[in-house]
């Protein structure tokens, strides 16, 4: 069973940067896709950025295309997501998942508690 535990949220003013990680435990995710989902107040969970399982291919919303860069070290079981420019509409808590490469990018793994990211003007 894998449990996800993300990490780096903070609160910065726009225009500023963060850098978040995911790290699993419990199961190794290096043969994964492996994506990021950010909820804020009132939304949807949104899916905005994903990585294959190797780091070869990537998946950007474009909401955050240009902005956002995710990556991945198997090495250490882990996934990040550099989130360069922040702006108000970034704020939200942010969580990451396993997912399905091809198709929709469903969840496949139970939430963890997320981080959460507050961007002000």
């Known amino acids: 069973q894998v449990q996800l535990v993300e990490s780096g949220g903070g609160s910065v003013q726009a225009g500023g940067s963060l850098r978040l990680s995911c790290a699993s435990s419990?199961?190794?995710?290096?043969?994964?896709?492996m994506g990021w989902f950010r909820q804020a107040p009132g939304k949807e969970r949104e899916y905005h950025a994903g990585?294959?399982?190797?780091?070869?291919?990537?998946y950007y919303a474009d909401s955050v295309k240009g902005r956002f860069t995710i990556s991945r070290d198997n090495a250490k079981n882990s996934v990040y997501l550099q989130m360069n420019n922040l702006q108000p509409e970034d704020s939200a808590v942010y969580y990451c998942?396993?997912?399905?490469?091809?198709?929709?990018?469903?969840?496949?793994?139970?939430w963890g508690q997320g981080t959460q990211v507050a961007v002000s003007s």
């Open positions: 998942n396993l997912i399905r490469w091809t198709g929709a990018p469903v969840p496949l793994a139970s």
């Open positions: 990585i294959n399982w190797s780091g070869g291919s990537t």
């Open positions: 419990g199961r190794n995710i290096s043969s994964n896709a």
